[in-house]
T-cell receptor, first 114, second 115 residues
Framework: AQSVTQPDIHITVSEGASLELRCNYSYGATPYLFWYVQSPGQGLQLLLKYFSGDTLVQGIKGFEAEFKRSQSSFNLRKPSVHWSDAAEYFCAVMAIQGAQKLVFGQGTRLTINP | DTGVSQDPRHKITKRGQNVTFRCDPISEHNRLYWYRQTLGQGPEFLTYFQNEAQLEKSRLLSDRFSAERPKGSFSTLEIQHTEQGDSAMYLC?????????????FGPGTRLTVL
């Protein structure tokens, strides 16, 4: 069965500092990989996705993520965070076949210090 | 607004009552998914439709839950005899399946509180 682990439940960084959110997945093959962001009262917004090819993918809002097959990881990074980045971040996997339902991690809540 | 919409946004009900939620997907999207998100957790898959056919249901979807998508357009999710454990955010997503990938677009969710 697929599973996603986000080891950090809550992270606090200062505005302007760099950010890395960790994500590890368990799946029999390479799945599709995603990062979503959820702000209070808002729906889930897709930040970026990985299917194949270049293991460093660029997303919206200055985010990027790197797929490392050997570590089954898909960590999200941003060089310099802004106060508006405070939100809940979810890593998710999707099987290539079948229902293609998303399997989410439990999320990492990001707090930004001014 | 051409995104996914859900109604109502909030619902407070008493234990034992029935509730129904509605999801309007993006026009022309042929797949529609329902997820449930409890406090402090990521969303969990409940069920999905390909056009009007319900193709898969999670074990999370007990007999008290029923979902429909008549005519392959909007969808409804009904919970009968609600329990306090049903309190959660119910998220709907739609997608247009082409080739081997479908990007799911999420609605704002319906937050259910069962007293």
């Amino acid at each position: 069965a697929q599973s996603v682990t986000q080891p950090d439940i809550h992270i606090t960084v200062s505005e302007g500092a760099s950010l890395e959110l960790r994500c590890n997945y368990s799946y029999g093959a390479t799945p599709y990989l995603f990062w979503y962001v959820q702000s209070p009262g808002q729906g889930l917004q897709l930040l970026l996705k990985y299917f194949s090819g270049d293991t460093l993918v660029q997303g919206i809002k200055g985010f990027e993520a790197e797929f490392k097959r050997s570590q089954s990881s898909f960590n999200l990074r941003k060089p310099s965070v802004h106060w508006s980045d405070a939100a809940e971040y979810f890593c998710a996997v999707m099987a290539i076949q079948g229902a293609q339902k998303l399997v989410f991690g439990q999320g990492t809540r990001l707090t930004i210090n001014p | 607004d051409t995104g996914v919409s859900q109604d109502p946004r909030h619902k407070i009900t008493k234990r034992g009552q029935n509730v129904t939620f509605r999801c309007d997907p993006i026009s022309e999207h042929n797949r529609l998914y329902w997820y449930r998100q409890t406090l402090g957790q990521g969303p969990e898959f409940l069920t999905y439709f390909q056009n009007e056919a319900q193709l898969e249901k999670s074990r999370l979807l007990s007999d008290r839950f029923s979902a429909e998508r008549p005519k392959g357009s909007f969808s409804t999710l009904e919970i009968q005899h609600t329990e306090q454990g049903d309190s959660a955010m119910y998220l709907c997503a739609s997608s247009l399946v082409r080739s081997s990938y479908n990007e799911q677009f999420f609605g704002p969710g319906t937050r259910l509180t069962v007293l």
